[in-house]
T-cell receptor
Framework: NAGVTQTPKFQVLKTGQSMTLQCAQD?????MSWYRQDPGMGLRLIHY???????DQGEVPNGYNVSRSTTEDFPLRLLSAAPSQTSVYFC???????????FGDGTRLSIL | KNEVEQSPQNLTAQEGEFITINCSYS?????LHWLQQHPGGGIVSLFM???GKKKHGRLIATINIQEKHSSLHITASHPRDSAVYIC?????????FGAGTRLTVKP
């Protein structure tokens, strides 16, 4: 099993560009989530999904969209990139919201 | 004030020492997680607790729900334990994280 796969690993964008961070898991997990990690601030929840067709906002959702059309995939879309979105992004999944999470390797995103 | 506070922020130990990392939280939770982030950036889940104590190898995690406090202990520490240890609390489907404790174990 591959676990949780995030692509790309690194990306540089210009302000105003849009892009999609991909996240896929092959463990048939219902719960998936996106986090951002900034120096000195720890991880913060952006959006999460408890199953296909269901998404909800976390602590810092502004500027990001998600969708969950399949159990396996949970892409994160930046609509119009801003320098404040420069961060490391982690995707995670678990069987349910109260089970240990499996994390992807992260995407390091820089917005110029 | 952060909902999840960890102490210490940084910790340096000699190989073989007993390590304790503390986590305090201010909200009702359904579970508490301890995570390990390796120097390369990868994150691994160590424990998930809702009560009592769990042990895995040289790692022990405890939680006191009434006092809203958890501790992560490492016995016989080793340089390969050097990492950032992160406490996280779950409320329904929301997760809140501490800022992490950077542990360095010197040989």
């Amino acid at each position: 099993n591959a676990g949780v796969t995030q692509t790309p690993k690194f990306q540089v964008l210009k302000t105003g560009q849009s892009m999609t961070l991909q996240c896929a898991q092959d463990m048939n997990h219902e719960y998936m989530s996106w986090y951002r990690q900034d120096p000195g601030m720890g991880l913060r929840l952006i959006h999460y999904s408890v199953g296909a067709g269901i998404t909800d906002q976390g602590e810092v959702p502004n500027g990001y969209n998600v969708s969950r059309s399949t159990t396996e995939d949970f892409p994160l879309r930046l609509l119009s990139a801003a320098p404040s979105q420069t961060s490391v992004y982690f995707c995670a999944s678990s069987y349910s919201g109260v089970q240990p999470q499996h994390f992807g390797d992260g995407t390091r995103l820089s917005i110029l | 004030k952060n909902e999840v506070e960890q102490s210490p922020q940084n910790l340096t130990a000699q190989e073989g020492e007993f390590i304790t990392i503390n986590c305090s939280y201010s909200v009702g939770i359904s579970a508490l997680h301890w995570l390990q982030q390796h120097p390369g950036g990868g994150i691994v889940s160590l424990f998930m607790l809702s009560s009592g104590k769990k042990k895995h190898g040289r790692l022990i995690a405890t939680i006191n729900i009434q006092e809203k406090h958890s501790s992560l202990h490492i016995t016989a520490s080793h340089p390969r334990d050097s990492a950032v240890y992160i406490c996280a609390v779950r409320r329904n489907n929301d997760m809140r994280f501490g800022a992490g404790t950077r542990l360095t174990v010197k040989p």
